[in-house]
């Protein structure tokens, strides 16, 4: 099974900066697309940024600028450099991995246990 643990910090000053990372595991032949989401409460989960093995990187317009999602592919981790941040970039950010695996004729898709990012002075 695909598992993902995700590490970080989650309380910073507006305008400050915070990186999130997370590790996915597992018997992994290769990965599609590692992202980031995003839950803030009262609203939908939105998608934050994500990016596919074909090279692509997409972001919500929100971040654009602010945000920045890497990746470690030797070691299956993805990074998200959070800039700039504001009050309004609170939520729960979750890791979303999409991968084949060993002995499955499907992609697996797996979420991180999710981190609680707050942005308060």
């Known amino acids: 099974q695909l598992q993902l643990v995700e590490s970080g910090l989650g309380l910073v000053q507006p305008g400050g900066s915070l990186r999130l990372s997370c590790v996915a595991s597992?018997?992994?032949?290769?990965?599609?697309?590692m992202g980031w989401y995003r839950h803030a409460p009262g609203k939908e989960r939105e998608l934050v940024a994500i990016?596919?093995?074909?090279?692509?990187?997409n972001y919500a317009d929100s971040v654009k600028d602010r945000l920045t999602i890497s990746r470690e592919n030797a070691k299956n981790i993805v990074y998200l450099q959070m800039n700039g941040l504001k009050p309004e970039d609170t939520a729960a950010y979750y890791c979303?991995?999409?991968?084949?695996?060993?002995?499955?004729?499907?992609?697996?898709?797996?979420w991180g246990q999710g981190t609680k990012v707050t942005v308060s002075s």
């Open positions: 979303y991995v999409r991968a084949w695996t060993v002995g499955f004729v499907d992609e697996s898709t797996a």
């Open positions: 597992g018997r992994i032949f290769s990965i599609s697309a």
């Open positions: 990016d596919t093995s074909g090279g692509s990187k």
